[in-house]
Structure formats: C-alpha cells, structure tokens
C-alpha cells in the first residue's frame, strides 16, 4: 500500500486529468477526440510495454514506482483507465453529459480517497463510509454547477456512481464516468418515454 503523502501526490497526478474536459468545455467533441485519442493509444501503448519489458518499466519505475499501486505492475495504470474512459465518454455521449462526468471521475475520485485514508473509520468493501459520502457530497456540486443536467436525474446518476465507485470490480476511473452517463442517459430517456405515454 502506498503511504498518505504517495496518495496525495498520485491524487495530484489524478487531477491533472481536469485538463480533458476543460478542453471539451473549450472546444467542440470532434477536435478533443482528435488529441485524445491518439494520445489514448500512445499512452495504452507505453503502458503495455511497461507490464511486458523490463526494460520500459525500469524507466517507468524511475518516475512513477512511489505512486504506482502493488495491482498496477503487473495490468494497466489509473492513468490508462482514464484516458480509454474520457475518450469512451466523450465519443459516445454529448458535451452535457461528459463534461460534468469527467470532472466526478477526476475530483470526486480524488477527494473520497483523501478523505477515506485520512478520516476513514467505518471501511465498506476495502473503501471508507466517509470517503463514499465525500465523493456522493463532491459530485452533487459538481452537477449542481452543471446548469444543463436535469437535477434530479443528475443526483439519482450521482448515487448510482457512488455506489458502483464502492463495489465495482473494475477500475473506478472506467466504472465511475461509464456508470454516471449510462445512468443519466437511461433516466433522461425513460423520464420523455413516461411523459410521452
């Protein structure tokens, strides 16, 4: 397990993902896709000659090794679960949806781990009570802030992405953005089937 002040520098490292949807605030989908993902490639590239030649992981090792978790030596980095979600997202959703989506994955991820390991005392499932209700508390200003998202829609995909960044098998940098949109989409679309009955 990495030490408090390696989750605070990887949580760092995390954030500096902000920069893709602020590029798609900025810009428009088809000229982020079209940084993204060749940049998606490169790095899934890197990243699976990292696990396969000693050689690239002794270098990666030299920069990365302190903030790199035990179960990423040997399969794909947060860091390439974040870049095959942002271009996931970004390509099959709109502007709406993936921008605050994005911003849950990158801020609210961050802070239910610093929050977890620093006042976690309640563990659930190898995570912290206190670190899932900063990340559902986190995301709900984030959708707040979005002023295009129906609220409510919005909150209830919040507590569907709280619940999968708890129980989730698989890497919450993919589950975490897939599982908000998808619920936003879903709801949103059954809320105009309902009304059109």
């Known amino acids: ?3 408090f002040s390696q989750e605070i520098i990887r949580k760092g490292v995390h954030l500096s993902s902000l920069i893709i949807p602020l590029f798609l605030y900025l810009y428009d989908k088809t000229i982020t896709l079209y940084i993204l993902i060749p940049a998606t490639i490169i790095f899934l590239t890197i990243d699976i000659l990292r696990i396969n ?3 690239i992981r002794n270098i990666y090792n030299i920069f990365f090794k302190s903030i790199t978790r035990s179960a990423e030596n040997q399969s794909l980095t ?6 095959i979600s942002s271009s996931l997202i970004i390509l099959l959703f709109p502007k709406f949806i993936a921008i605050p989506c994005l911003v849950i994955m990158s801020t609210s991820d ?3 781990a610093i ?9 659930i499932n190898g995570k912290t009570l206190e670190g ?4 559902f508390l986190s995301s709900i200003v984030i959708v707040l802030i979005s002023s295009e998202l129906n609220i409510s829609i919005a909150i209830f995909s919040v507590l569907i992405a709280t619940i999968v960044e708890l129980y989730s098998p698989l890497n919450d940098n993919l589950s975490v953005p897939i ?6 989409t879903l709801a949103d679309t059954a809320k105009f089937l309902v009304m059109g009955l």
């Open 1 to 3: 397990m990495i030490t």
């Open 53 to 55: 030649n000693s050689n």
């Open 110 to 112: 961050s802070l239910a």
């Open 132 to 135: 899932s209700i900063a990340f």
């Open 78 to 83: 947060g860091a390439s679960y974040i870049f």
């Open 179 to 184: 599982s908000f949109a998808l619920a936003y």
């Open 115 to 123: 929050i977890g390991r620093s006042w976690g005392t309640i563990p």
